[in-house]
């Protein structure tokens, strides 16, 4: 099946809703190489893990990216696909943003948005390819990375 993209989801990728500590600590890695200035520690995935929906995508077995998904406050979810730079472009983050895009409608979602860092171009172009665009930038207090907030507009 190919996406409105043009991607074809590789054959062997399976999308799990994390449960347990490895699960949880694989999701973790994910982020963490992804969003470098927003690593967390165990405890704060946990608490994470409490309050939204994550899931990791293997392929074959082997972990090759996560997402997250934000319930929705006032109508508007939150979806974050990553993945990691080794398997991008081969449809693993359509997949991923597909999935969790599904669960932010079944949630009551009528507005999606996402949260990309802005040196992430790779997430940029991602999230623009896919009708998102820009609402927002912002640098956290105390920090220095500059953040981007986008919102789905355009649906492709």
């Known amino acids: ?29 994910v982020h963490n ?12 995935a946990r608490q994470r893990l409490t309050r939204y929906r994550l899931a990791n995508a293997y392929l074959d077995g082997v972990l090759v990216g996560c997402s997250t998904v934000r319930p929705p406050q006032d109508g ?11 398997h991008r472009r081969q449809g693993i983050g359509t997949a991923l ?5 599904g669960h932010a409608r079944v949630l009551g979602a009528r507005t999606v948005e996402t949260c990309v860092l802005a040196a992430n171009t790779d997430g940029l172009q991602f999230a623009r390819a896919r009708g998102f665009t820009e609402t927002d930038r912002y640098v956290l207090d105390g920090e220095s990375d500059l953040w981007i907030d986008l919102r789905l507009t355009s649906p492709t």
């Open 33 to 44: 190489v992804i969003v470098p200035p927003a690593a967390m520690t165990p405890d704060q």
């Open 76 to 86: 508007t979810a939150t979806v974050i696909a990553r993945v990691l730079p080794a």
């Open 1 to 29: 099946m190919t996406d409105d993209t043009g991607h074809t989801p590789p054959t062997g990728l399976l999308i799990q809703p994390v449960t347990g500590e490895d699960m949880l600590q694989e999701w973790r890695h």
């Open 97 to 101: 943003y597909q999935d969790g895009l």
